[in-house]
């Protein structure tokens, strides 16, 4: 809930911008849009959370969102799809039909398929940076942009006194 109400909050200074031009007498406005199809890449580790990092943004700023979970933790992406759907069914959330699809599957699979396609404004992957490298080769035939956040950026270091029985 924390992921939805931070960018929430950020709707409210989404706001234009008016560029100083090197013509007298002329303006540049600039007006940020929605990207259209945003594809969220989800790894194994923190599916839940990764997963809201990646719905909420695209949903706030008035995209659609395709998300792909690891094979490994499909389970987790279900559980979040019934809570979301618990949500519209008790009128607390008010979301069409299709504006959030979850799939499951393999990488090279279904996940080629996501990073190839021409639909996606979009692709941002939480992952590593072998599979960061393959989907910037992909979604660069069509020009898609890419958001990577790759692995091993928050290391943890377990010290002799931890009380792991926690």
Sequence with gaps: ADYYDFHAGLAHSWEGEIVQSDNAGEHMYVHYLPIGVSVGIVPWNFPFFVMARKIAPALLSGCT??????????????????MLQKAIDAGELDLPVGVISILTGLGRTIG???CTSKIPGIISMTGSVQTGQ?????AAANMTKVSL??????????MEDADLDL
């Design 65 to 82: 969102v395709v998300v792909k979970t690891s094979e490994f933790t499909p389970v987790t992406s279900f559980l979040y799809a019934r």
């Design 112 to 114: 080629n398929d996501l």
């Design 134 to 138: 393959i989907i910037m080769r992909n």
């Design 149 to 158: 956040e790759l692995g091993g950026k928050a290391p943890a270091i377990v």
